[in-house]
């Protein structure tokens, strides 16, 4: 579902840069972002989400990001 809809917001607004990363192997990022669970959802280098929030939630996070 959150994987859906970023994929739509990135749709309308290729600017969207999307990346998954294995955490087990790359431990460094979690440290970096301050992630304690997966799934977790990094929106402009600030921790937005740790598991998965709303469609709904998520779509007004990343609106709200671009019109920054």
């Known amino acids: 579902?959150?994987?859906e809809v970023i994929a739509q917001a990135r749709q309308a607004?290729?600017?969207i840069e999307l990346r998954?990363?294995?955490l087990?192997?790359?431990?460094e990022i979690a440290?970096?972002?301050g992630v304690l669970s997966?799934?977790?959802i990094v929106i402009n280098g600030q921790l937005a989400w740790e598991g998965?929030?709303?469609?709904?939630?998520?779509?007004?996070r990343i609106e709200?990001?671009?019109q920054r």
């Open 52 to 60: 998965v929030p709303s469609a709904q939630a998520l779509r007004e």
């Open 1 to 3: 579902m959150a994987l």
């Open 31 to 33: 440290v970096q972002y």
């Open 13 to 15: 607004h290729p600017e």
């Open 38 to 40: 997966s799934p977790a």
């Open 24 to 27: 087990a192997k790359h431990p």
């Open 64 to 66: 709200a990001y671009l």
């Open 20 to 22: 998954e990363v294995d």
